[in-house]
């Protein structure tokens, strides 16, 4: 059962900017993701603008946006196929336990200009 489904859009010049801000991209992102988008070279930007439209997009299929927990417990990582999944921990997998919530289903695109993530929580 569909327990609830989000979706955000990122302007990727947001992510160029925030790169150029010491510290503000380590306080979003889990060590992980950061050093997964850093090896994508001219990616990173985008790398990093969907993940962070994957986070918004939770919060949003969780009904409370992101109150009440840290970007960084939300951690976009490829599953075993190739395709992205979202990794819960802390604040974060309590919500999503909170509201029956067993399984999230992610979805990421980008092109040069915009990335966006879609989020399908299932209980």
């Known amino acids: 059962m569909i327990l609830g489904t989000g979706i955000d859009i990122v302007r990727v010049r947001r992510l160029e900017r925030w790169r150029d801000i010491p510290g503000l991209c380590e306080r979003w992102f889990h060590p992980r993701e950061l050093a997964y988008s850093r090896r994508r070279g001219k990616g990173e930007a985008e790398s990093l603008a969907a993940r962070f439209a994957a986070k918004e997009a939770f919060g949003k299929a969780l009904g409370t946006g992101l109150a009440g927990f840290g970007l960084r417990e939300l951690e976009v990582f490829a599953e075993g196929g190739g395709g992205p999944g979202l990794r819960l921990s802390g604040r974060a997998l309590e919500a999503l336990r909170g509201m029956g919530g067993r399984r999230v ?11 966006i993530a879609m989020v399908i929580i299932e209980g």
């Open 105 to 115: 289903f992610l979805s990421l695109s980008h092109d040069k200009d915009n990335a």
